[in-house]
């Protein structure tokens, strides 16, 4: 049996896909950067070797997988072309692995790591499924029929995947780095949907999916009464959401998610959809949406004296709104803050305006520096550009975070794509140790 090692390996994407493989009972190592990163808990319970970067680590009788951030000079890509042992990139590893099972791909440009995760619970519910999710946690199961996976649109990397299935959740301009144009995105999922092999499931109340063209068919759900999953009667608690599914005008079914925000019922709807177009019956979707916990990084909550502390991965003006309007739907009353840390610079100019507007929904900003990309240069920008557009915003900085206590009984929202995680736990040392 083939045995892999993964250059890169605490990438999120990385670390999900060795953790499929080792469940699968294939011999997995891979090797990375020596910093700690979130992602590498599940490989060391797992067991799977994680080695520092060495062109030592390459031998005979390994295929390596590389990961999309590393060049074709990094020393173990190199050792490997030299010794004969074959290289393959992630995303092209991964659509080879997808057709092996009924596959179902997960992309668009904000939601997918959140729908991923809760069509895989759900689906496991009713099948043997294994999954892919972009927050870096991954599962093979053995027999397994469905293969659930993130598919990521940057640099037009999910056309290496030929899916049975495919769910768009919408189409927006982001990666501005590497897609010219909302047209230029819109273009690249017209090119996924025609690799689509039996139906395609997308959300019709986005400005840009009815358009799309595909030789399968194409079932919308959304809130408008011209998809053909709609979501009516819906009621918003301090406990999650509530809603009615009605299929093309008739009754389902009643469902609840203990999750915040309207974003969250149509990712719910996306996986109602393609779960009814499998056959998985009312009773077990509603039974396995209510115990869904959540994926990492999304709205990730602890309390820490009176204030309630959320960790969101949210780095796109749309989905700092979604953030923001879940956690004033679950905590009504209470003083929201945003701790935002801009991801790279070219984000940063791109949407200075509208990060400036969803910002301004919460009662307090404060801003980290931006977090450039190995992909870009430091561009002339700062963070004090996008600090003019907020009337009363601050800057943080690590050693002066004991300023949020002021804030008490608040929500403190922690977004970001970078290392924002940074700051929470200097936090959370500052007021452990008054």
């Not at 590393?70 to 030299?82: G, L, V």
């Not at 689509?196 to 799309?212: Q, R, S, T």
């Not at 393609?274 to 077990?284: K, P, Q, S, W």
């Not at 994926?295 to 796109?316: M, N, P």
Request: with cysteine; net charge negative; charged share 20%.
């Amino acid at each position: 049996m083939t045995a892999y090692h993964f250059v890169g390996i605490k990438g999120t994407g990385m670390s999900a896909l060795a953790q499929v493989l080792h469940d699968l009972g294939y011999t997995v190592q891979g090797s990375d950067v020596e910093k700690w990163f979130f992602t590498q808990k599940a490989l060391e319970e797992r067991g799977i070797p994680v080695l520092p970067f060495s062109k030592d680590n390459i031998r005979p009788g390994y295929t390596v997988i590389a990961g999309n951030a590393f060049p074709d000079t990094h020393e173990e890509i190199e050792a490997a072309r030299q010794l004969g042992v074959p290289v393959i990139r992630y995303h092209r590893f991964l659509g080879q692995l997808a057709g092996k099972f009924t596959s179902i791909a997960v992309t668009g440009s904000h939601g997918k790591t959140t729908t991923t995760g809760l069509l895989a619970h759900v689906m496991q519910g009713a099948h043997p499924t294994s999954y892919l999710i972009g927050d870096g946690t991954g599962k093979g199961e053995p027999g397994s029929k469905y293969f659930v996976f993130e598919a990521c649109e940057y640099r037009r990397h999910f056309l290496s995947y030929f899916p049975d299935y495919a769910i768009m959740t919408n189409i927006d301009f982001d990666h501005p780095d590497y897609f010219a144009n909302v047209d230029d995105v819109f273009s690249a999922f017209q090119q996924m949907a025609n690799q689509v092999k039996k139906a395609i499931v997308a959300c019709g109340d986005d400005p840009y999916l009815p358009n799309i063209q595909a030789k399968v068919p194409i079932l919308f759900y959304g809130f408008g009464e011209e998809n053909d999953f709609q979501a009516r009667n819906i009621v918003k608690t301090t406990e999650g959401m509530a809603f009615d599914v009605f299929v093309r005008n008739t009754f389902f079914a009643s469902f609840a998610i203990p999750r915040f925000g309207t974003h969250n019922v149509l990712n719910a709807l996306a996986v109602i959809a393609l779960c009814h177009y499998e056959g998985v019956d009312a009773g077990t979707i509603a039974k396995r949406l209510q115990t869904f916990q959540g994926v990492k990084r999304r709205f990730s909550e602890k309390t820490v004296g009176r204030q309630v502390l959320i960790d969101d991965y949210a780095h796109h003006p749309r989905e700092i709104t979604a953030t923001l309007e879940a956690a004033r739907q679950k905590y009504p009353g209470r003083e929201v803050v945003a701790i935002f840390q801009p991801h790279t610079y070219t984000r940063t100019q791109t949407f200075l305006r509208e990060f400036a507007e969803s910002l301004l929904q919460a009662d307090h900003v404060y801003l980290c520096d931006i977090f450039g990309s190995a992909r870009e240069h430091e561009g002339k920008l700062t963070i004090r550009d996008l600090q003019a557009q907020i009337p009363r915003s601050q800057l943080l900085e690590e050693q002066n975070v004991a300023v949020l206590k002021q804030h008490q009984d608040a929500v403190l929202v922690f977004m970001g794509a970078g290392d924002i995680q940074k700051f929470q736990q200097a936090y959370e040392r500052a007021v452990l140790s008054a």
